[in-house]
């Protein structure tokens, strides 16, 4: 059983430009969450998505920041215009939905490293 | 959700038992006790949670106390590999809308050889 992937797991981009980050949950697993871990800190929450739907974006920036769960694909967390305070790493989690199990078991991706120059 | 307290850091030898606390002294009723590492920028790694009875998986034991007010997560024999940041964390298992784990500072395990 494949865990949580992100891809790409590291991207280096240029201040002004658009960065991409993908998630595909665990087989099984209709919920997503992104959660940002800047240097030197502790994991903050952004969102959590199930398919098609935000359910909580309150740790979302409010501007350039843009998060999608499609029916079909993987999750995409989107993040226009970046600057520097961008640089950081992002990561992902999904739990299944089932009355047989734990809801809120949030198992993670490795992440993906963010460097914004 | 509930916060929770931890030790900054501590040192374990290795092949003996590692034994992390944590203070949740304002838990409530419907809140679990979670428990998960991060070995040095990867992804957080679940390790075990718990409601009120003592758990035990593969990989750790968690104790809680009888007033819930504090835990323990224990690695029976830690490897170096242990070595990590470990994170309590308390939340209700609602289910549906309130999906976020808050992650404190944790407490910095060291395993020497």
């Known amino acids: 059983n494949a865990g949580v992937m992100q891809n790409p797991r590291h991207l280096v981009r240029r201040r002004g430009q658009e960065a991409r980050l993908r998630c595909s949950p665990m087989?099984?697993?209709?919920?997503v969450y992104w959660y940002r871990q800047l240097p030197e800190e502790g994991l903050k929450f952004m969102v959590y998505?199930?398919?098609?739907?935000?359910?909580?974006e309150s740790g979302m920036p409010k501007e350039r920041f843009s998060a999608e769960f499609p029916k079909e694909g993987p999750s995409i967390l989107r993040i226009q215009q970046v600057v520097r305070g961008d640089s950081a790493a992002y990561f992902c989690?999904?739990?299944?939905?089932?009355?047989?199990?734990?809801?809120?078991?949030?198992?993670f991706g490795p992440g993906t490293r963010l460097l914004v120059l | 959700d509930a916060k929770t307290t931890q030790p900054t850091s501590m040192d374990c030898a290795e092949g003996r038992a590692a034994n992390l606390p944590c203070n949740h002294s304002?838990?409530?009723?419907?809140?679990?006790v979670y428990w998960y590492r991060q070995i040095h920028s990867q992804g957080p790694q679940y390790i075990i949670h718990?409601?009120?009875n003592n758990e035990t998986n593969e990989m750790a034991s968690l104790i809680i106390t009888e007033d819930r007010k504090s835990s323990t997560l224990i690695l029976p024999h830690a490897t170096l590999r242990d070595t990590a940041v470990y994170y309590c964390?308390?939340?209700?298992?609602?289910?549906?809308?309130?999906?976020?784990?808050?992650f404190g500072k944790g407490t910095k395990l060291s395993v020497k050889p």
């Open positions: 087989k099984g697993h209709s919920h």
């Open positions: 989690a999904s739990s299944p939905y089932d009355t047989g199990i734990p809801q809120e078991t949030q198992y």
């Open positions: 964390i308390v939340r209700a298992d609602y289910g549906g809308s309130q999906g976020n784990l808050i």
């Open positions: 718990g409601l009120k």
């Open positions: 998505l199930q398919k098609e739907n935000i359910i909580d």
């Open positions: 304002t838990i409530s009723g419907n809140e679990y």
